[in-house]
């Protein structure tokens, strides 16, 4: 198996997500209704991230047709992604899913797995020097960070289990932008990950459950790294995961093995071997170099287990080759 993004895997991802961001149903709301006017269909109440099933499927999945448009341009996909991107991502519709946020119990709205692909996507958005798209996003993005800035001084414990709750996933990619837009948010993130797992020893990793899409051991582990220099992370993570060299645990070196793809659960499982890829792969860079080998081949391992998967039922279908390609690109400056 190749474990490069091609032009024609490129194509194929491009052409799965512009089959489903504006495909309205069926879709599974995150909403609070206070009374029968709040009993409203996805594209009311979302002007922009519709489709995909729910809100942040289809929040990555522009981040991952905006990145291919842009690493690969000339590809007849890249013209169709970006008429498509100019009709969405409008300064009106943006108004739009801001006015969501100031419904009430809004609050926890996507918190904080859509609050951290929001601002990956502004952070890619913006990338695109002959668009307005990163402009007109930015106020979204800015209310996200603020959400953050607010939430994590008073989340006391990390949720450490492999689904969109996962703190660790979220401080990861939020890191991302903080670094280029908010320093003050880089800053917190950074405390916020030390606090949450800097004392950590000896993972035994029990997963992956039969609904997770993360491994909640590797996830912390990129966090780690996302916030420490090379020399403190091999320390953390040498006390981290102490018997790497005899591969214990053995369940990190495992890809998951979904029984059903079309139950919408159990498909998680293809997407905690993609992301572990992306973790793995993520990581070797700062490993020793016996270690770093031990990585990138565990990683290849688990991209070949679901890269196959991406497309076929819609339970899958609808997110999982945003995470082929974050495993795809890791370790690129991409």
């Known amino acids: 198996m190749d474990s490069n993004l091609t032009p024609d895997l490129a194509a194929q991802f491009a052409r799965i997500a512009l089959g489903h961001v504006t495909k309205e149903y069926p879709h599974k709301l ?52 970006g008429t498509l991107a100019d009709t969405m991502l409008t300064e009106d519709k943006v108004a739009g899913e801001l006015a969501y946020l100031d419904h009430a119990y809004s609050g926890g709205f996507e918190r904080p797995y859509g609050w951290a692909w929001l601002l990956v996507l502004h952070r890619e958005a913006a990338r695109h020097g002959d668009r307005d798209w990163g402009a007109n996003l930015e106020p979204l993005a800015r209310e996200f960070a603020e959400r953050f800035k607010l939430f994590l001084p008073r989340q006391g414990y990390p949720i450490r289990t492999g689904t969109h709750y996962n703190t660790a996933f979220a401080l990861v990619l939020a890191h991302g932008w903080a670094s280029e837009y908010d320093e003050t948010l880089a800053g917190l993130i950074a405390e916020r990950a030390g ?84 973790c793995w792969r993520s990581i070797a860079p700062a490993l020793p170099d016996d270690v770093a080998a031990q990585a990138e081949s565990t990683a290849d391992r688990h991209l070949a287990a679901s890269l196959s998967h991406v497309e076929g039922d819609y339970m899958g279908e609808h997110w999982l080759a945003s995470f082929a390609l974050l495993a795809l690109l890791a370790g690129r400056d991409a």
């Open 195 to 278: 606090y949450y797992y800097g004392m950590d020893r000896d993972c035994q990793a029990w997963e992956p459950g039969g609904d997770e899409f993360l491994s909640s051991a590797m996830i912390e582990a990129l966090s780690m790294k996302t916030v420490l220099d090379t020399p403190d992370f091999k320390q953390w993570f040498s006390d981290f995961l102490p018997r790497l060299d005899i591969s214990e645990p053995g369940s990190l070196f495992t890809p998951a093995v979904p029984s059903d793809r079309s139950d919408g659960k159990i498909a998680h499982l293809d997407g905690f071997n993609l992301s572990r890829a992306w």
């Open 30 to 81: 995150d909403h609070v209704m206070s009374g029968p006017e709040d009993v409203r269909g996805p594209k009311e109440l979302h002007p922009i991230f519709f489709g995909s099933f729910d809100w942040h499927s289809c929040v990555h999945s522009y981040w991952m047709m905006l990145t291919l448009r842009r690493l690969f341009p000339d590809q007849p996909f890249a013209a169709e992604i």
